[in-house]
């Protein structure tokens, strides 16, 4: 496991979960308005946690926390992701899986081992733009779309969730998402912030209201849509 960053306590990342985050190295994506671009792109050897220091960790937290956030970059990229949730399951504690939706199969697997108790997918942008709003020439939507199916299936508590960029969504966008996505269970628009660790240059967040309007629009099809952080 490439560890490159811990949250020690976090108390909105995994709903209703005292948690802490770990942050898993590398993405397949390079999202332009990517938060944590030192995750994805000129990744610093000097800050990667050891497995030995994270569990050591973990081990003390065992009664304080309930939680585990795996986030990225994209963890289901990590070759050893299965071994490293079932150490953290089998020390008690539920998992938050963080993902951009790229590997179905790992994701139905982890889920059907029963490793994983909550699944929050990035959706990206409708899936004619994906691949741009992603940051890269080429997209396999139909992996992005196994995965939206599957989870709306409802084998797993999950969320779909779209860091909304002025540079990229727009009406239609998410007319579009909108009719894609109907009939998820939640669904949330978060506006884009400028962390300072971005991976793209002159990305934009929306205005409070057009984040309305956008969210009007797909709660024509997904009533239970909401913003996130406003
Ligand atoms: S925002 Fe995009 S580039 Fe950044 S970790 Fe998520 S999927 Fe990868």
């Known amino acids: 496991m490439r560890i490159q960053g811990l949250q020690k306590l976090t ?54 926390l309930d939680g585990v956030c795996v986030s990225g970059g994209e963890p289901l990229l990590q070759p050893d992701i299965e071994l490293f949730i079932r150490k953290i399951k089998d ?20 889920v059907e081992q029963g490793l994983v108790d909550y699944v929050a997918m990035d ?36 969320e779909f ?14 007319e579009l998402i909108g009719q894609w996505l109907e009939g998820a269970e939640k669904y949330f628009l978060q506006n884009f912030v400028d962390s300072g660790d971005l991976i793209g240059k002159k990305v934009q967040g929306c205005s409070e209201e057009n984040m309305k309007e956008f969210l009007k629009v797909v709660q024509k099809y997904i009533p239970n849509a909401d913003l996130r952080g406003m």
């Not at 999202?31 to 050891?50: G, Q, T, Y």
């Not at 942008?125 to 599957?150: F, Q, R």
């Open 123 to 158: 959706i990206k942008n409708c899936l004619e733009s994906y691949a741009i709003t992603a940051g890269v020439e080429v997209v396999d939507v139909e992996a992005i779309k196994k995965s939206v199916s599957y989870l709306k299936e409802g084998h797993v508590p999950y």
């Open 11 to 64: 108390l909105l990342d995994y709903p209703e979960h005292t948690a802490c985050t770990v942050f898993t190295a590398g993405c397949n994506f390079r999202c332009p308005f990517c938060h944590n671009a030192s995750l994805v792109v000129d990744i610093p050897k000097e800050s990667e946690i050891s497995e030995e220091e994270f569990f050591a960790f973990l081990q003390k937290r065992i009664g304080i």
């Open 161 to 174: 969730r779209t860091t909304v960029v002025k540079n990229y969504h727009f009406e239609e966008s998410f």
């Open 91 to 110: 020390m008690g504690f539920a998992v938050k899986l963080d993902t951009n939706g790229s590997f179905p199969e790992k994701l139905i697997h982890l």
